[in-house]
């Protein structure tokens, strides 16, 4: 979908309607909500730091906080540790940082309060829902971190980045999606036009489809469609 939308859609929209801004809407579905490898997710992290099988496994991009300072500053995701620096049998081995060594680099946790009382400080604290502050476990306190919060899916990335807009449709209200109004015109046209075979429907599918959006003119108004239509507003409005 990716490939799609970047090597054809953009490219045909711009051609088509060249100085428009396009607006892309699409239902919530979990392939629309996809992260790109580089994105900055929560569960891509360990509580600890975990040792990678090369430096190929250095993708998630480097992160932001604001310091103590109040300046912004850059936060990599990965270390690297060499071994016999400089000797023959010299190695390099990469980390990816976990939860612990990020919050703690950007001076935040509960880390020193936990140990005082013998305790450690869990990874996830196990419910779905963080607390008001965000301060319930490591995972959540990340969750809540600006770069991760502003983290985009890639469709989103993908689209933005090229001057577009992006939105999702309100999660399971598959009504709100505007070609459910070309499918219900194109079905109302074949109930009345079809002789009820599958043959029939094989053949006449691409006229009726092009009855409701003809080639060269824009798509047809029905009345029943602007009632759909109203109705689905009035709903959205409650
Ligand atoms: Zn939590």
């Known amino acids: 979908m990716r490939e799609q939308i970047e ?19 699409l239902d919530p579905s979990s392939n629309h909500n996809a992260y790109a490898p580089s994105a900055k997710r929560v569960n ?14 250095c993708v998630i991009l480097p992160g932001y906080y604001i310091g103590t300072d109040g300046e912004r500053k850059i936060q990599n995701f990965y ?3 060499i071994k016999n620096e400089g000797k023959k049998n010299e190695r390099r081995i990469w980390y990816r940082k976990g939860l612990e060594t990020i919050l703690k680099e950007r001076g935040l946790g509960k880390w020193d309060e936990y140990k005082a009382q013998g305790k450690y400080w869990k990874a996830k604290c196990g419910n779905k829902e963080p607390n008001s502050e965000y301060t319930c476990c490591p ?54 036009e079809c002789d009820y075979s599958f043959k029939a429907l094989q053949e006449n599918l691409d006229g009726f489809l092009d009855q409701v959006s003809p080639e060269e003119a824009t798509p047809v108004e029905s009345d029943d469609i602007i009632i759909a239509v109203g109705a689905i507003f009035a709903h959205i409005m409650i």
């Open 7 to 25: 090597d054809d859609v953009i490219p045909l929209f711009e051609r088509l309607h060249p100085e428009c801004q396009a607006l892309f809407l």
């Open 44 to 57: 891509s992290f360990n509580l600890k730091d975990t040792r990678l099988d090369s430096v190929n496994q």
């Open 79 to 81: 270390t690297l540790e």
């Open 139 to 192: 995972y959540h306190m990340l969750e809540n971190q600006p770069d991760f919060r502003t983290q985009k899916t890639a469709l989103e990335e993908l689209v933005t980045k090229s001057g577009h807009l992006y939105a999702l449709y309100p999660k399971y209200h598959c009504e709100t999606n505007w070609i459910e109004r070309y499918w219900s015109a194109t079905k109302r046209i074949a109930r009345r």
